[in-house]
């Protein structure tokens, strides 16, 4: 069973600031995923990535395979950007995904 | 992009009462469905795996006979929770993995289930 460690679990910051959120995974994977949910509960995709950076407006997402260690950053925080970020790794094949517990962002004006 | 829609948003039942969830790829075949449920403050957990056309796989501790999975089509996939009882109540999404070698994961809007 793959273990996920997100950290922060909680993180409030002023809007502008530089957000990280760090992923740790026990178990080899073929890709990860970055997911965010809002209060309303709906989950979105934001990245799936096996190898490297990917970036999408101001979110970027990076990951170490043979660390087995993702990060996600987001640049230029917004409050629009409260959420909870879930770190999700998959094994690959037909399996479904593990979750981290997700860490809870706020972003204040 | 691909789109999940997931029906109802929230649903209120009375205790010994079914409740019928729905989801469904909109512009793409989804082979695999994944039905997750989450408790407050919890992180999602996987209840089960369904593939078009067969039974749907359970994790360990789900019922089968209680959570009833239904994966006829490639494009429609739904749970149903029988004999509610208030312990069910909790959040549930599913999300979908297409037909193609490409291993994302939409996921649908999820269903707020309160058991009265």
């Known amino acids: 069973k793959n273990e996920v460690e997100q950290s922060p679990q909680n993180l409030t910051a002023q809007e502008g600031e530089f957000i990280t959120i760090n992923c740790s995974y026990s178990?080899?994977?073929?890709?990860l995923h970055w997911l965010q949910q809002h209060p309303g509960g709906g989950i979105v995709s934001l990245f799936m990535?096996?190898?490297g950076k990917k970036k999408h407006g101001r979110l970027i997402a990076t990951i170490n395979i043979q660390e087995k260690h993702s990060s996600l950053h987001i640049t230029a925080s917004h409050p629009r950007d409260s959420a909870v970020y879930i770190c999700?790794?998959?094994?690959?094949?037909?399996?479904?995904?593990?979750f981290g517990k997700g860490t809870h962002l706020i972003i204040q004006p | 992009g691909a789109v999940v829609s997931q029906h109802p948003s929230w649903v209120i039942c009375k205790s010994g009462t079914s409740v019928k969830i729905e989801c469904r790829s909109l512009?793409?075949?989804?082979?695999?469905m994944f039905w997750y449920r989450q408790f407050p403050k919890q992180s999602l957990m996987l209840m089960a795996t369904?593939?078009?056309?067969?039974?749907?796989?359970?994790e360990q501790g789900v019922e089968k006979d209680k959570f009833l999975i239904n994966h006829a089509s490639l494009t429609l996939s739904t749970l149903t929770v029988t004999s509610a009882h208030p312990e069910d109540s909790s959040f549930y999404i599913c999300?979908?993995?297409?037909?193609?070698?490409?291993?994302?994961?939409?996921f649908g809007s999820g269903t707020r289930l309160t058991v009265v």
């Open positions: 999300s979908a993995r297409a037909r193609t070698g490409w291993y994302g994961y939409t």
């Open positions: 178990v080899g994977i073929s890709a």
């Open positions: 990535l096996s190898s």
């Open positions: 999700a790794p998959n094994g690959g094949g037909a399996d479904g995904l593990t």
């Open positions: 512009d793409f075949q989804a082979t695999t």
């Open positions: 369904s593939n078009e056309g067969s039974k749907a796989t359970y």
